[in-house]
């Protein structure tokens, strides 16, 4: 059967890839995003009694009313937002679907859609099932800051969204109040939407604050912000996260929702509800991952890697390794994982064209004695 590719140019993913290199080469892996550590024993436990108390048929299709009634209260305390969570959340089968389901409801074919590269994979794949088009602008070498110039510049008459994402993966760049203001500035007047990627929200280091496009009245006008239980409660393999956005937007997204996905999973909505009663679980993470991010840098301090900036946010470190090899990232990457038994994520799987300036990505988000174990295999790199 020939069958006409709807991306003729995608390979397998590099989390996928490296995932699978790590474990054929029992190397320890730092690099898809996921912790090694176990989830809240209480959270199992919401989760085990709302599957024994009877709540395993389907949810309603935005999402279990209770859960989304916390949601409403958690954003309107941290954000000072006030979310309608009748018509203005909904609870999806994880972010990276309420990605696809958001650029699916907005995009007609021959759209544009600015992405700021390096960006989370799954961008543009989504864009273009829908035939459009990314726009890609880089952010700056080597901190990764917003060249706002260039992002003005490459809005068009076809401009239909621009993709944002702080804290930022795979750099570890968190958007600053000025950023906000620009993306306010830029967008004021045009009918550019926002896709706001804040599945990091819980995860700014170093006494930041997270901004998010809920806290500002034009933009949230305009916005899908995405949400992952994932990467909250340290359970990514449970695929779930929430979108959300203003009634009229929300209405259209619920219509392509029912038709793709209906509903996401219910023991787990009723356990959330329940377990984010206790914020101290979300509100702790700042702490929890600024004290992994510092022993970590610690750990590789004597190691040849270049830190150009410590990670201000989301669970990822960047590393340059120009001091010890010319290798593009993906060779240096796979030959890390082969011989040394590390794996990471070279950066340039995360730029559109393959641009490679040289650096890997290290996730943190791993036991402590995983992380020494992964500094301890390094240290060959002394020897080399
Ligand atoms: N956005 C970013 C920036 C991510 O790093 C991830 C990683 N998982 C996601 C979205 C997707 O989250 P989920 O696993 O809930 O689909
Ligand atoms: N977001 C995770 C990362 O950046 C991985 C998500 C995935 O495997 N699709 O590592």
Same mark, same amino acid.
């Given at each position: 059967?020939?069958?006409?590719?709807?991306?003729?140019?995608?390979?397998?993913?590099?989390?996928?890839?490296?995932?699978?290199?790590?474990?054929?080469?029992?190397?320890?892996?730092?690099?898809?995003?996921?912790?090694?550590?176990?989830?809240?024993?209480?959270?199992?436990?919401?989760?085990?009694?709302?599957?024994?108390?009877?709540?395993?048929?389907?949810?309603?299709?935005?999402?279990?009313?209770?859960?989304?009634?916390?949601?409403?209260?958690?954003?309107?305390?941290?954000? !000072?937002?006030? /979310? #309608?969570? &009748?018509?203005?959340?909904?609870?999806?089968? =994880?972010? @990276?679907? $309420? %990605?696809?389901?958001?650029?699916?409801?907005?995009?007609?074919?021959?759209?544009?859609?600015?992405?700021?590269?390096?960006?989370?994979?799954?961008?543009?794949?989504?864009?273009?099932?829908?035939?459009?088009?990314?726009?890609?602008?880089?952010?700056?070498?080597? !901190?990764?800051? /917003? #060249?706002? &110039?260039?992002?003005?510049?490459?809005?068009? =008459?076809? @401009?239909? $969204? %621009?993709?944002?994402?702080?804290?930022?993966?795979?750099?570890?760049?968190?958007?600053?109040?000025?950023?906000?203001?620009?993306?306010?500035?830029?967008?004021?007047?045009?009918?550019?939407?926002?896709?706001?990627?804040?599945?990091?929200?819980?995860?700014?280091? !170093?006494?930041?604050?997270?901004?998010?496009?809920?806290?500002?009245?034009?933009?949230?006008?305009?916005?899908?912000?995405?949400?992952?239980?994932?990467?909250?409660?340290?359970?990514?393999?449970?695929?779930?996260?929430?979108?959300?956005?203003?009634?009229?937007?929300?209405?259209?997204?619920?219509?392509?929702?029912?038709?793709?996905?209906?509903?996401?999973?219910?023991?787990?909505?009723?356990?959330?509800?329940?377990?984010?009663?206790?914020?101290?679980?979300?509100?702790?993470?700042?702490?929890?991952?600024?004290?992994?991010?510092?022993?970590?840098?610690?750990?590789?301090?004597?190691?040849?890697?270049?830190?150009?900036?410590?990670?201000?946010?989301?669970?990822?470190?960047?590393?340059?390794?120009?001091?010890?090899?010319?290798?593009?990232?993906?060779?240096?990457?796979?030959?890390?994982?082969?011989?040394?038994?590390?794996?990471?994520?070279?950066?340039?799987?995360?730029?559109?064209?393959?641009?490679?300036?040289?650096?890997?990505?290290?996730?943190?988000?791993?036991?402590?004695?995983?992380?020494?174990?992964?500094?301890?295999?390094?240290?060959?790199?002394?020897?080399?």
């Amino acid at each position: 059967m020939h069958l006409i590719s709807k991306l003729p140019h995608a390979g397998t993913t590099i989390f996928t890839v490296m995932s699978n290199l790590a474990h054929q080469y029992n190397a320890i892996n730092l690099s898809q995003g996921f912790p090694d550590y176990p989830v809240s024993p209480l959270l199992i436990q919401c989760v085990n009694e709302a599957m024994a108390a009877g709540h395993n048929q389907y949810a309603p299709m935005p999402g279990l009313p209770q859960l989304r009634n916390v949601l409403s209260a958690k954003i309107e305390k941290l954000y !000072d937002a006030v /979310v #309608n969570p &009748d018509t203005e959340i909904t609870i999806t089968p =994880g972010a @990276t679907y $309420a %990605i696809y389901t958001a650029l699916t409801t907005i995009l007609q074919p021959g759209d544009e859609v600015i992405v700021l590269e390096p960006a989370y994979d799954s961008y543009i794949p989504n864009i273009e099932l829908n035939g459009a088009k990314a726009v890609c602008v880089p952010l700056q070498y080597p !901190d990764y800051s /917003v #060249n706002w &110039d260039l992002v003005k510049d490459s809005i068009t =008459g076809k @401009t239909k $969204a %621009i993709i944002i994402n702080s804290p930022h993966n795979p750099t570890g760049y968190v958007w600053t109040a000025d950023d906000m203001q620009k993306l306010d500035e830029m967008t004021r007047d045009t009918h550019v939407f926002i896709l706001s990627d804040e599945v990091y929200e819980h995860i700014t280091l !170093d006494g930041r604050q997270h901004e998010s496009v809920l806290k500002y009245e034009q933009l949230r006008a305009r916005s899908f912000v995405l949400y992952s239980f994932g990467k909250v409660l340290h359970a990514t393999g449970w695929k779930m996260g929430y979108c959300v956005a203003p009634e009229n937007l929300m209405k259209e997204f619920r219509k392509v929702h029912q038709f793709i996905g209906f509903t996401a999973n219910t023991p787990m909505q009723v356990a959330f509800a329940r377990f984010l009663e206790h914020e101290e679980e979300y509100l702790g993470l700042p702490a929890f991952f600024e004290k992994k991010r510092d022993l970590f840098l610690e750990l590789i301090s004597d190691l040849p890697f270049t830190i150009y900036k410590k990670s201000q946010g989301s669970y990822f470190q960047l590393a340059g390794y120009e001091k010890f090899s010319t290798l593009p990232d993906k060779n240096f990457a796979t030959w890390l994982t082969k011989e040394i038994g590390v794996a990471t994520i070279p950066v340039s799987a995360f730029n559109h064209d393959g641009q490679d300036d040289h650096l890997i990505r290290f996730c943190f988000a791993k036991k402590d004695s995983t992380l020494t174990d992964a500094a301890a295999r390094m240290k060959k790199l002394l020897l080399k």
